[in-house]
């Protein structure tokens, strides 16, 4: 039922979805007034979203940029936590922005500070294909000569808090002790760290996937841009499973 619950909520806080419906009703209204109203509300809230001003202020009040992982320390091991690839609907998958998961998890274990790489991550569709994951990622981790000894696999989770559950059981049943290093997104961390110290296991944040900049101002980021509209999805996403979370599990 969480899971249902958060698609839907996400889907509703689509920004790109409400100056649609405002700019959708100006132009059906028949009351002037109404119509000049929907009309600016529309433009104002696409602008708004749309330049990089404000993003950049979120992103880097929000963002976990640092970690606090000993570099002469080794770790028993590195969980990479899924999001970064998807189905390519002809039985395989493929990479996608946030593929720098994938890459310092490789990074961790080829220079020796980990042990062992937890991939965790099945199918988060309302309607999920055969894919999995982990089961993919695994197999791009074995063709860069990574042994199999060291990859531990965890496909069936469909979200963060899943994640951090069926982690926690492998974690225990392969008797490996913290802390652990976790690997995710910088704009990802902050919920992830949470949902993992709620389920109880010991984590250290290894952020990567920067999408955040050095908080600055330029003319640039006044204009409109796609790419601060798509941002505002990942952090409303965050801020959304970071507070439901909080509250409620």
């Known amino acids: 039922m969480f899971f249902i619950f958060s698609k839907v909520l996400s889907f509703l806080m689509n920004l790109l979805l409400w100056v649609f419906a405002f700019l959708l009703i100006a132009l059906c209204s028949k009351n002037v007034k109404q119509r000049k109203r929907f009309l600016i509300w529309g433009i104002v809230l696409l602008y708004v ?7 950049n202020i979120v992103s880097s009040a929000w963002d976990i940029r640092d970690t606090t992982a000993l570099a002469d320390k ?11 690839s998807s189905d390519d609907g002809k039985g395989g998958g493929f990479f996608n922005m946030a593929a720098d998961r994938f890459i310092q998890g490789l990074r961790l274990q080829r220079t020796g500070q980990v042990g062992k790489i937890l991939i965790t991550g099945g199918n988060g569709l309302l309607i999920p294909s055969g894919y999995r994951e982990a089961d ?16 531990l696999v965890e496909d069936k989770s469909r979200n963060t808090i899943e994640n951090a559950a069926f982690t926690k059981a492998l974690l225990q049943k392969q008797k490996l002790q913290g802390p652990y290093l976790l690997v995710t997104s910088a704009f990802h961390m902050r919920r992830s760290v949470m949902i993992f110290k709620k389920q109880g296991i ?21 204009l409109p841009n796609t790419g601060a509209l798509a941002g505002w999805g990942l952090y409303i996403k965050e801020v959304i499973g970071y507070s439901v979370t909080r509250l409620f599990n």
């Open 49 to 55: 979203f749309s330049n990089s001003v404000l993003i």
């Open 74 to 84: 080794k770790y028993s091991c590195a969980i990479v936590l899924g999001g970064f």
């Open 136 to 151: 993919w990622v695994r197999q791009q981790y074995i063709d860069l000569k990574v042994p199999d000894s060291c990859l």
């Open 202 to 222: 010991d984590v250290i944040p290894y952020p990567c996937n920067f999408s955040s900049k050095q908080l600055s101002i330029s003319v640039d980021d006044l």
